[in-house]
């Protein structure tokens, strides 16, 4: 088929679709650094796990030998409800940056949870179903993932208890009321009903919550009631390894019309929807069968991979959770209040990490408004609406491209547009009225977070 | 193909995509009545027409012969970004009503409008470029429509003026913002910029608007300025025309797997939906080549087909625009505030309302608390959050599907799914939160609207 007329959006069949994820850490020299007991040190093992995660998630969790797992047969048919999702060809963009590269990208976004986020809630649920649990718990920021938790809970009759961080609870109802149809409970966090919530109300009395915040009390919450168990949205291996559907897809969506990227560009947080897309490229470069640039990007006001450091580091605020090696900002690294978008976590997925730190991986961080100009382009050519997160792939897609053009270069560019901004007008709404502004951490707010960092000597 | 295994979703290629719009009033008997002179209660001339509306438009709209109209090159490239819509065989819903019936919807919804509005808004912006016009303006009353058009003009550089009815503009700022992101300008109807708006803010000093009002005001602004048209987003025979690239899909996805539907349901507000996808099975009942049961299901709080008068009425509430022949509850008629989704228009389409009248078609209201039922039913097995204006057709689709497990039978069900929920979270806020009522409006209530009828003896 190389020959053919690329279509406007190339959709597998259904036969086609990926029955197997891709677990990229087989192929890895150096794997990333296990997760390690805080009180011990020690690496975690299954049965540490078990009272957090769901047993085949913790299992999943610490296998990086095993270059496949099925897909079961439940979340294979769940996955027909809403994609493959399109590999688009941005005739468009190409023709309105009058640029010769061709650009591609997988658009996540078109399902109800607005993102990637239900290729792995769906699994998570999936398991804690076949675990006979009663529900799951999880936090949320503006709620893409206590979204998408909450539709593949209800699809499998689970309860879901969803802490969304406070200032989002209250400045972004419609999320929320997005989660309450689907069934879920959702709690602002930090709130009296846990331990470490009422813990942190009491010494700061007036605060609006945080990511990390919010993972303590889910975990808390998942570990004090029977039939519970925690699950989280982003920068477990697990997670990565679900998303890897995205991935698999992309390349054999290329792969049927022989298409090779010259590069593959996707927006970084915790590193879900750029380990899931790259999984598959990835192992090509680790194989040596293929070779690749793979660019991570991130917001200039939350740069976890470009300024951050290689260390073992905390998940979460309340510090109820095993220690990850990542790039890190520190826990208590919270992006400045101007922040729009989400990325806003301070570590990045133990993958993505340590194939950065290997130089797999090439990082840039870029600034909020330069990425809400190229949305703002990008959603007028190309029809979307792009997630504030998507825009900076968008972005560094946009910047790529133009240098085609200076060099004359017709290279291939695939990027992942994880997901819509329909949830996210108060941000459009601040750029639209020209009243965005820029931040970028000083190396003293950045050594503030490092300070925080756990001693370890791994 | 017809004993293949119907995929979840039915995506028909590139090459299979309509390339000629169906006109259904070429088949039709008895014509719809013609759009009348309110001065002289004549047929609306060419001539008289071009001053508000985009020539070719007039002409489409004016052509009840012509069965077929190529879809320029132009707006069959555009339909390729967000086309074709996904026919979705609803498995998921099928198994959780337990019923015999195969249920089939046509999703509308995956494009950042939210909705089929921008099948024509794309047609409309493409004549008024052609004709060389500096911009189009409009009317909107949540914002699907203005959405819709400000990405069509984005996309060819038209100027696009939207008024907006004032309680949207200011209880739904999120759709504006994305009209604006799409660089529409959107003025909250009534306005002073307008001599209709400036004499209604008179009369009614705190008048939240009226989509009458607005279209009153859209009108004036069209005709008093150098290089603008009016551009509508339903009712309208050229809005159905396009519309039907809706139905065409339909149609060819069904009969490429070899399935004949039993019946076909839709929403009907002002019938840009429902015209769309019934065009071409109603086309067949016109030939006498098939048989079908269509439905058209409005709300209990705007029966315009089920207690309504088929009769010539304003279109507007300014009195600017020709007369309609229409099932109408009056220009002056306004659902009672509790109504919370769109499909609020006091008339509707003079060509689904003579296909009514000729008993192609039949119509029942259905209640928003039990359309809120259905709606939330469907997104937690079917994944997708719909629209209140959708849910209609969701709920008589389900009241038929449940209807089958009492009788055995295996019929198909096909309704169209014209777009999701997501600026529509108020709505179902106030549902979750149990606060939803129902209206039905009493016979006095329509005794008044029907008052303000015109005299016309025709």
């Known amino acids: 088929m190389a020959n053919e007329k690329i279509p406007y959006k190339i959709y597998l069949d259904e036969n086609e679709l990926p029955k197997q994820w891709y677990n990229v850490?087989?192929?890895?020299?150096?794997?990333?650094?296990?997760?390690?007991n805080p009180g011990t040190l020690e690496p975690m093992t299954f049965d540490e796990l078990r009272p957090v995660f769901c047993d085949d998630l913790v299992a999943q969790e610490l296998d990086d030998t095993t270059p496949y797992f099925d897909i079961p047969q439940e979340i294979q048919e769940f996955y027909k409800m809403y994609r493959p999702s399109p590999l688009v060809r941005a005739y468009c963009l190409e023709k309105a940056l009058d640029t010769p590269a061709k650009i591609y990208y997988k658009f996540e976004g078109n399902n109800t949870s607005g993102s990637h986020k239900l290729n792995s809630a769906i699994a998570q649920a999936y398991y804690a179903k076949k675990q006979g649990l009663k529900g799951v718990t999880t936090e949320t920021g503006a709620g893409q993932w206590g979204t998408a938790l909450s539709m593949a809970c209800s699809y499998f009759g689970l309860d879901c208890k969803v802490y969304m961080v406070k200032v989002s609870y209250e400045q972004k109802p419609f999320r929320r009321e997005v989660m309450r149809t689907y069934g879920a409970s959702v709690t602002p966090s930090?709130?009296?009903?846990?331990?470490?919530?009422?813990?942190?109300?009491?010494?700061?009395?007036?605060?609006?919550?945080?990511?990390?915040?919010?993972?303590?009390?889910?975990?808390?919450?998942?570990?004090?009631?029977?039939?519970?168990?925690?699950?989280?949205?982003?920068?477990?291996?697990?997670?990565?390894?679900?998303?890897?559907?995205?991935?698999?897809?992309?390349?054999?969506?290329?792969?049927?019309?022989?298409?090779?990227?010259?590069?593959i560009i996707g927006c970084a947080g915790g590193g879900s929807n750029l380990g899931g897309l790259?999984?598959?490229?990835?192992?090509?470069?680790?194989?040596?069968?293929?070779?690749?640039?793979?660019?991570?990007?991130?917001?200039?006001?939350?740069?976890?991979?470009?300024?951050?450091?290689?260390?073992?580091?905390?998940?979460?605020?309340?510090?109820?959770?095993?220690?990850?090696?990542?790039?890190?900002?520190?826990?208590?690294?919270?992006?400045?209040?101007?922040?729009?978008?989400?990325?806003?976590?301070?570590?990045?997925?133990?993958?993505?990490?340590?194939?950065?730190?290997?130089?797999?991986?090439?990082?840039?961080?870029v600034e909020q408004t330069a990425v809400f100009d190229a949305a703002t382009k990008f959603a007028r050519v190309e029809g979307i609406l792009p997630a504030p997160e998507s825009s900076h792939a968008i972005k560094v897609a946009m910047d790529e491209a133009l240098k085609c053009r200076e060099t004359g270069e017709e290279k291939t560019i695939v990027f992942g547009l994880t997901g819509t901004g329909y949830f996210?007008?108060?941000?459009?709404?601040?750029?639209?009225?020209?009243?965005?502004?820029d931040y970028i951490p000083t190396d003293e707010d950045l050594a503030a977070g490092f300070a925080g960092l756990p001693k370890v000597d791994k």
Do not use: W
Not at 29 to 36: C, E, G, I, V, W
Not at 334 to 347: D, K
């Open 25 to 36: 850490r087989a192929d890895m020299k150096n794997k990333p650094a296990p997760l390690l």
């Open 278 to 365: 790259i999984a598959p490229f990835a192992g090509q470069m680790l194989r040596g069968e293929a070779d690749y640039r793979i660019i991570a990007v991130e917001p200039a006001s939350c740069p976890s991979l470009t300024r951050g450091r290689f260390a073992y580091d905390f998940c979460d605020t309340g510090m109820v959770c095993p220690l990850a090696k990542m790039y890190t900002l520190g826990s208590g690294f919270i992006p400045s209040p101007n922040h729009a978008g989400g990325l806003r976590y301070h570590g990045m997925s133990s993958v993505v990490s340590q194939l950065y730190h290997d130089k797999y991986i090439e990082a840039v961080s």
């Open 424 to 437: 996210d007008m108060v941000a459009y709404e601040k750029y639209n009225d020209g009243v965005m502004s």
């Open 190 to 263: 930090p709130s009296e009903t846990t331990q470490v919530g009422r813990k942190i109300l009491a010494e700061h009395p007036g605060t609006t919550g945080s990511l990390g915040c919010a993972i303590s009390e889910a975990v808390e919450a998942a570990t004090t009631q029977e039939g519970y168990r925690y699950v989280l949205g982003s920068v477990l291996s697990q997670v990565l390894l679900h998303q890897s559907v995205i991935g698999l897809e992309t390349k054999a969506a290329l792969d049927k019309y022989g298409i090779k990227p010259d590069m």
